[in-house]
């Protein structure tokens, strides 16, 4: 897959994209990426690729031309049907569907955006998309920009090492992950869940099943609401919601006995998990 990003720091993706997973991605050929710097495209002594905001107010505005030109030679250079993206924090929210339909685009263009933003003429008439990475405001799309190659570049096929990864992926879809451990068996007085030595492989998919539906419950319910429930999950859930109100009720009588005599209140706040 082509992807081109429109930026004023093309260093900062360059040395991001040297590393991992991605940076094998790009020696292999699996995606190709090439940069377009607005200042390469500027016509006056100073390189000016910004101006002050008509209107007044603080913050400069990313000027259209050298923005336009750097676009037009990305567009040039990439496939027909490549589409345009505008990164920033007023755009749609970018998500794992939006990566799954991108990774079927012939190429992607990301213009990532400084300062107060580009003039609104070069956003509307150049543009084809815009995205956030979500409600935090950051100084520039150069990040937004890793992000979205990040996630459209492992879903390429021959980016990840084994195919494992997806298939693995597909089974817990919409959930938070299963909890991970490795060796060693014990560390600081801590074990493993008995049932990932157990050797049975059935108790083992269930165990983690069972630990994303609980944990997506907990911190993410909004996921669990849209992705909704096979009868079967519905039981693995209830189970473990008994299991966590039975660990709270015994971690509240540990308290007790631990601070039995000094004085203290044992009031655990339960309202997060309680449902
Ligand atoms: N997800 N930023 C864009 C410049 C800007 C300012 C105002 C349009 C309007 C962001 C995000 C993000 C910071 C990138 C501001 N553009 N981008 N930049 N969150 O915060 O994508």
Known sequence: MRIAVVSLFPSMLRAALAHGVLGRALDRGVVEVDYFDPRDHTVDVHRSVDDRPYGGGPGMVLKVEPLRDALRAARAAMPTGTRAVYLGADGTRFEQQTAR???????LI?????YEGADERFVEHEIDEQWS????????????ALVVIDAVARLLPGTLGSAESAVQESFTDGLLDWPHYTRPASVDGRGVPQVLASGDHAAIARWRLQQSLGRTWLRR???LERRGMSTEERTLLEE???A????RRL?????????YGEGESNEQDHSATER
């Open 244 to 247: 966590a109100a039975a660990a």
């Open 240 to 242: 473990f919601k008994r």
């Open 221 to 223: 319910p909004d996921l």
């Open 110 to 114: 990301l213009v990532a955006g400084r």
């Open 101 to 107: 339909a991108a990774c079927d685009w012939p190429g």
């Open 251 to 259: 971690e509240d009588s540990r308290v007790v006995d631990d601070s």
């Open 133 to 144: 990475i979500g409600d935090y405001v950051l100084s520039g799309g150069e990040l937004p």
